[in-house]
Structure formats: C-alpha cells, structure tokens
C-alpha cells in the first residue's frame, strides 16, 4: 500500500498484518534502521486498521485520548466519532489551512524517555485519524521521540496540541474495551483484532515486560491442585519475558543479547501434567558446543519458597573434567577466583548438584567469599563424584520477599527492572559459559 485509504476487511479478508514492506535498501542506512523504520509504520497501521475495522474500538480510543490527556488541557475531540482513517498520509492542506478543525499530533513511543537524536527527514507522518471538526496525526517511535522531528512535524501541521503516550497505554485502553459490558461489549471481530494487536505489539516488544508478582512465586507451591488459569499465565509470562529478552537493549551501553541464540526447538519448559512446579525458559551461546544459559523459576517445597533463578549449567562430563583440570593449575585456579569475586558476580553462587539437583558438595559457595581453597574442593568432587549426571551451576538468584540469605537479591517489583536485572545477570554469565564450553581464557570476553 503506497499511501491513502485502507482497503476495508470485507474487500479482501486483510487482517491488521496487512504490512506495509517498507522501503528499500538505502545507502547509509542499516539493516537495523531499516527493519525499525518498517516497525514503527506498520504497528501504526494496525492501530489505525483496528480503529477502520471496528468503528466502536475507534470511538473508544477517542473518547480514552480525551479523558487521560486532552480534557486537562482545555480540549476534547465531540463527538468522538471517527470519520475517515488514513495510513502513512498526512492531512490535506485544507485541513490544515482551516481554524475552525483541531489538530492533534499524537506521538506514541516505547519507551519513557526522548531521544534527541535527529536522523529522520519527517516527510511524512505516520497516520491520520479524521473525525468530525477534528484529526489526530501519529508519529511513532521505537526507543524515543526526536524531539527535532516532533517540532517540525508540529509546526508543518499547525498542530493544537501535541501528546505522547506509551503503546503500553494504548495496550491498556484497548484492554479496558474488552471488559465493557452491555451494549459496549466488545464483538467476536472487535476481541479477535484487539487480541492479534495486544499481542503483535508485545511480541515485538513495544510494551514492557509486565514482570513477576508474588502470585507467580506463589503458584508453584500449590502444586498439582492448581488452578489451569494461573498455570497459563505462568507461561504466558516467560514467553513474554523470552520474546523481550531478544529484543531488549541495555539500558546503559545499548548493547543487545546477541551472543546467545535460542534452543531449539524454543519453548517454555515445565508446566506439564508431570512438571508442574517450575517453569525455564534456555538460551545456548553462538558456540553449537555450548553451555546453556537459564531462566528457571522453581520452588523449595520443604521451606515454603520459591526462587527465580538465572544461571549457567555444566553438565557435561567432559566440560567438567577440562574445569577440574583448569582449576587444579595453580594460575588458573587464582585467575578464576579472583574473578568470581569481582564486584559484577556479587549475589552470585556456584555449586556441585546431582541429577536430582541436591548439592553433591556440601557447600555452595558465594561468589564474593570464594577461595583457591574452595574452588579446589570443587574440583576434587567433581574428579571423585561417581554420579551419571552432574551440574556445576553459576547461578544468580532473586526473591520477591526479603532475601532469607545474602546469596540471594530481592527482585525488583517493576516489570522493567526486572527484566533489566535478568539481562545484566545473563550478560554476565555468558563469559562464564562460553569458557565453560571450551573457548581459551585469554580469548573469553569478558573474563
């Protein structure tokens, strides 16, 4: 579609995927510019295919816009009727040249704060919603708005007002609309599309990760009496935080998880008939001969807790003894500890576990106490243990509550941060498992 109206569902069965591909190859611009560019029109033109689609959801929209962010500015879109939708076209010069039509500039971004970066030329937005002696034009952004970009587009179509929302709260209207009762309820169409919407932009990431609650650490305990509902949350959830996980940048260096890819076939593991107490989601490192990186929330029954766990697993017996032997030279063994103590491994521990996963050594160890001495007896146990599968774990460890020991950290209540301390916790392992996997000391990042 170049531009101008929507071809209505009924014409040829599009759904709200029906994409706009994006533009071609250009010279100085990155594949990653590119595939963002694509994003931020198309997840604008589901918006504004479900607004076409089911007229009601529209009017919601509308009527949620005035409520949450115009009415405290002296302004409100009446009636909040949607007259025409238009996809990566903007007003007419009529429109803009007429006093009497409010023009609204709706920014909607990922995340809270701006960018000031000023790459895009802005030639045109990306949709225009048109009622009745009004229009709202979009222009969205993945990682912030340009502030630069904003202003001209503000300027070029006389705007008389401009806000920016999360596409979180546009998730959260279009939820609202789902739970109307009465004549307002939702259609089976109108569900249908804002489900494929709610999902397309949590696949993508646009929304942030909703983050564990105490309900999730609480669900595990119950066991085989727990209810089907919450068993489907839990999963639901670490899909989610599988998916954002892909796609979330640090916040401080911008750098992605790109060195570790997915197992494959990739998929939430437990929860089944026979795993019902925890739930893992694994990643490998770029090496096929890797060791795994893991999620795993899993409860401590005889204690009553439940903990999320990140860690790197050596399981392989051949790995283990080349970690004896690195352990048992002298260099080595002293390089190794004074790097498990440094200040990016606190509230980390590692241990020895049999295939049931109860500790084969006596002791697991806290990163920032360990010893030569420690890492030695490790070493020794894992020459010594006659156990047909063994784990040397690497392993943070959060709580929701308060932590009941100091090796482990209590996990952030928000969404966000608790996905930011996962990443940092898989960033840091990753050094850990590439060695682990055979690649030489001098030449691990990071280590």
């Given at each position: 579609?170049?531009?101008g109206?929507?071809?209505?569902?009924?014409?040829?069965?599009?759904?709200?995927?029906?994409?706009?591909?994006?533009?071609?190859?250009?010279?100085?611009?990155?594949?990653?510019?590119?595939?963002?560019?694509?994003?931020?029109?198309?997840?604008?033109?589901?918006?504004?295919?479900?607004?076409?689609?089911?007229?009601?959801?529209?009017?919601?929209f509308?009527?949620?816009?005035?409520?949450?962010?115009?009415?405290?500015?002296?302004?409100?879109?009446?009636?909040?009727?949607?007259?025409d939708?238009?996809?990566?076209?903007?007003?007419?010069?009529?429109?803009?040249?007429?006093?009497?039509?409010?023009?609204?500039?709706?920014?909607?971004?990922?995340?809270?704060?701006?960018?000031?970066?000023?790459?895009?030329?802005?030639?045109?937005?990306?949709?225009?919603?048109?009622?009745?002696?009004?229009?709202?034009?979009?222009?969205?952004?993945?990682?912030?708005?340009?502030?630069?970009?904003?202003?001209?587009?503000?300027?070029?179509?006389?705007?008389?007002?401009?806000?920016?929302?999360?596409?979180?709260?546009?998730?959260?209207?279009?939820?609202?609309?789902?739970?109307?009762?009465?004549?307002q309820?939702?259609?089976?169409?109108?569900?249908?599309?804002?489900?494929?919407?709610?999902?397309?932009?949590?696949?993508?990431?646009?929304?942030?990760?909703?983050?564990?609650q105490?309900?999730?650490?609480?669900?595990?305990?119950?066991?085989?009496?727990?209810?089907?509902?919450?068993?489907?949350?839990?999963?639901?959830?670490?899909?989610?935080?599988?998916?954002?996980?892909?796609?979330?940048?640090?916040?401080?260096?911008?750098?992605?998880?790109?060195?570790?890819?997915?197992?494959?076939?990739?998929?939430?593991?437990?929860?089944?008939?026979?795993?019902?107490?925890?739930?893992?989601?694994?990643?490998?490192?770029?090496?096929?001969?890797?060791?795994?990186?893991?999620?795993?929330?899993?409860?401590?029954?005889?204690?009553?807790?439940v903990?999320?766990?990140?860690?790197?697993?050596?399981?392989?017996?051949?790995?283990?003894?080349?970690?004896?032997?690195?352990?048992?030279?002298?260099?080595?063994?002293?390089?190794?500890?004074?790097?498990?103590?440094s200040a990016?491994?606190s509230?980390?521990?590692?241990?020895?576990?049999?295939?049931?996963?109860?500790?084969?050594?006596?002791?697991?160890?806290?990163?920032?106490?360990?010893?030569?001495?420690?890492?030695?007896?490790?070493?020794?146990?894992?020459?010594?243990?006659?156990?047909?599968?063994?784990?040397?774990?690497?392993?943070?460890?959060?709580?929701?509550?308060?932590?009941?020991?100091?090796?482990?950290?209590?996990?952030?209540?928000?969404?966000?941060?608790?996905?930011?301390?996962?990443?940092?916790?898989?960033?840091?392992?990753?050094p850990?498992?590439?060695?682990?996997?055979?690649?030489?000391?001098?030449?691990?990042?990071?280590?």
């Amino acid at each position: 579609m170049k531009g101008g109206h929507c071809s209505k569902m009924s014409d040829k069965g599009h759904n709200i995927f029906d994409y706009f591909r994006g533009p071609r190859p250009r010279r100085g611009v990155s594949k990653e510019d590119l595939e963002n560019e694509v994003l931020e029109n198309n997840v604008t033109k589901a918006l504004l295919n479900v607004m076409e689609y089911c007229p009601e959801l529209g009017r919601q929209f509308i009527t949620w816009l005035n409520e949450k962010h115009l009415i405290r500015r002296g302004l409100t879109l009446k009636p909040p009727d949607i007259k025409d939708v238009r996809i990566l076209e903007g007003p007419t010069s009529d429109e803009i040249a007429d006093a009497n039509i409010t023009r609204i500039l709706l920014g909607i971004k990922k995340h809270e704060a701006d960018n000031d970066r000023d790459t895009s030329k802005g030639e045109r937005l990306d949709g225009t919603v048109v009622g009745q002696g009004w229009l709202v034009a979009i222009e969205s952004k993945l990682g912030g708005m340009e502030r630069h970009q904003l202003k001209r587009e503000e300027k070029k179509i006389r705007a008389t007002a401009v806000v920016q929302l999360l596409w979180k709260e546009v998730q959260e209207c279009f939820e609202r609309a789902l739970k109307m009762e009465g004549h307002q309820a939702p259609s089976e169409k109108e569900r249908f599309l804002v489900e494929q919407f709610c999902g397309f932009i949590r696949q993508k990431g646009l929304v942030p990760f909703p983050g564990f609650q105490k309900r999730h650490f609480d669900c595990p305990l119950r066991g085989q009496k727990e209810e089907n509902g919450e068993q489907e949350e839990l999963k639901d959830l670490f899909s989610q935080l599988r998916g954002q996980l892909v796609w979330y940048k640090y916040s401080d260096d911008g750098e992605r998880l790109n060195n570790l890819y997915w197992e494959t076939p990739s998929r939430v593991k437990g929860l089944r008939a026979k795993e019902r107490d925890y739930a893992e989601i694994q990643f490998r490192c770029r090496s096929k001969s890797s060791v795994p990186v893991n999620v795993t929330l899993w409860p401590d029954k005889e204690n009553r807790r439940v903990f999320l766990d990140v860690y790197a697993d050596v399981e392989d017996r051949k790995r283990l003894r080349r970690l004896a032997s690195f352990i048992e030279k002298r260099n080595g063994r002293a390089k190794l500890a004074r790097k498990l103590r440094s200040a990016q491994f606190s509230g980390y521990r590692v241990g020895l576990y049999d295939k049931e996963w109860k500790k084969i050594d006596e002791h697991e160890y806290e990163c920032s106490k360990i010893s030569n001495r420690d890492l030695t007896g490790l070493a020794e146990s894992i020459r010594t243990t006659r156990n047909e599968e063994v784990h040397l774990a690497l392993t943070k460890v959060f709580v929701l509550d308060t932590p009941i020991s100091a090796a482990e950290h209590e996990l952030p209540p928000d969404g966000e941060s608790q996905l930011r301390e996962i990443a940092r916790a898989m960033r840091y392992l990753y050094p850990f498992a590439r060695f682990a996997s055979g690649a030489p000391w001098e030449k691990t990042t990071g280590w």
